[in-house]
C-alpha cells in the first residue's frame, strides 16, 4: 500500500503562483509514475501532468504546457506540482496520484493506483 499526502491548496488570484506537494509513504519502490489530476465543480476528474521514475521524463496536458511544473525528489518521496500564471479556468481540487502500470503520456484515470487526498486550489479573477 503507498499513501499520499498533499498540501499547498489555496485561494490565490489570477496571475499568481502555487505549489503543491505530495508525499509518498509506505511501499512506494513499485510505484512507475507519479502524477497529478484536477476535478473542477461537476465536471470528471482530469489528467494535469506525470513524471516518471527518474524524474527526467514529464508530461502535461496541453491547458498547462508552459505553466505548469511537474518534478519529484526520490530522495524525499515527494512529487511537486509548481502552478504559475494561474487562471481561474485551474480552480479544482488536485489530486495527486501514483501509478504502477501507467504511462506518463497516456495515463487514464482508471490506471491509477493509488490518490491523494485532494487539495483545494482556487483561482479568483
Known amino acids: 500500500q503507498v499513501q499520499l499526502v498533499e498540501s499547498g491548496g489555496r485561494l490565490v488570484q489570477a496571475g499568481d503562483s502555487l505549489k503543491l506537494s505530495c508525499t509518498a509513504s509506505?511501499?512506494?519502490?513499485?510505484?512507475?509514475?507519479m502524477g497529478w489530476f484536477r476535478q473542477a465543480q461537476a465536471k470528471e476528474r482530469e489528467f494535469v501532468a506525470a513524471?516518471?521514475?527518474?524524474?527526467?521524463?514529464?508530461y502535461y496536458t496541453d491547458s498547462v504546457k508552459g505553466r505548469f511544473t511537474i518534478s519529484r525528489d526520490n530522495a524525499k518521496n515527494t512529487t511537486y506540482l509548481q502552478m504559475n500564471n494561474l487562471e481561474p479556468e485551474d480552480t479544482a481540487v488536485y489530486f495527486c496520484a501514483a501509478s504502477t502500470t501507467a504511462i506518463i503520456n497516456k495515463w487514464p484515470v482508471d490506471l491509477t493506483d493509488y490518490w491523494g487526498q485532494g487539495s483545494q486550489v482556487t483561482v479568483s479573477s
Open positions: 509506505g511501499s512506494t519502490k513499485h510505484t512507475l509514475a
Open positions: 513524471i516518471g521514475r527518474g524524474g527526467t521524463i514529464s
